[in-house]
T-cell receptor, first 113, second 115 residues
């Protein structure tokens, strides 16, 4: 069984500040991990994915995430927040092969000017 | 390469009516997934299909819900006798055959409102 916990349903940062969105996972098999972003009334867009090739993963829009097996974490970071980063962010886990994604409950990121 | 297409984008139904949601996967993708997003919640898996086969329906409600992915045409998620609790955003995702890490591409969703 797999599960994802995102700590903090709402995160607010100032423009230019560090963004840190937390994700912890549970998986009985080696996990594949994903971060998706959802803008209001839109679908999900893939930010980045961990597929065991490298523990530090770089994605689009300046985001990156680090896979830490010992901490079962896959936190999302961005050094400097931009107003356009305001959105809902979802962490998801999957196992090997074509299987369902298990999502966390999401974190709503607000950027203050 | 067009992305995942879903229609309609918005659907309004009265209690007891049927809702049909359509999903056309990306070109070359043979795996289709349906997810439901209730207000203020994350996405919950409903069903995973390949052409003419349901592979995993562990997230589908036992009654009123069905899904298909025929040999020709889009995947259909059908909800019979809708109730207010069915109001949600329904997302379809697709993935290509043969990948090991299950990257899924999402459509824009269908927002169902039950009056």
């Amino acid at each position: 069984a797999q599960s994802v916990t995102q700590l903090g349903s709402h995160v607010s940062v100032s423009e230019g500040a560090l963004v840190l969105l937390r994700c912890n996972y549970s998986s009985s098999v080696p996990p594949y991990l994903f971060w998706y972003v959802q803008y209001p009334n839109q679908g999900l867009q893939l930010l980045l994915k961990y597929t065991s090739a490298a523990t530090l993963v770089k994605g689009i829009n300046g985001f990156e995430a680090e896979f830490k097996k010992s901490e079962t974490s896959f936190h999302l970071t961005k050094p400097s927040a931009h107003m356009s980063d305001a959105a809902e962010y979802f962490c998801a886990v999957s196992g090997l092969g074509a299987q369902k994604l298990v999502f966390g409950q999401g974190t709503r990121l607000t950027i203050n000017p | 390469n067009a992305g995942v297409m879903q229609n309609p984008r918005h659907l309004v139904r009265r209690r007891g009516q049927e809702a049909r949601l359509r999903c056309s996967p990306m070109k070359g993708h043979s795996h289709v997934y349906w997810y439901r997003q209730l207000p203020e919640e994350g996405l919950k898996f409903m069903v995973y299909l390949q052409k003419e086969n349901i592979i995993d329906e562990s997230g589908m409600p036992k009654e009123r819900f069905s899904a298909e992915f025929p040999k020709e045409g889009p995947s259909i998620l059908r909800i019979q006798q809708v109730v207010r609790g069915d109001s949600a955003a329904y997302f379809c995702a697709s993935s290509p055959p043969g990948v090991t890490y299950n990257e899924q591409f999402f459509g824009p969703g269908t927002r169902l409102t039950v009056l």
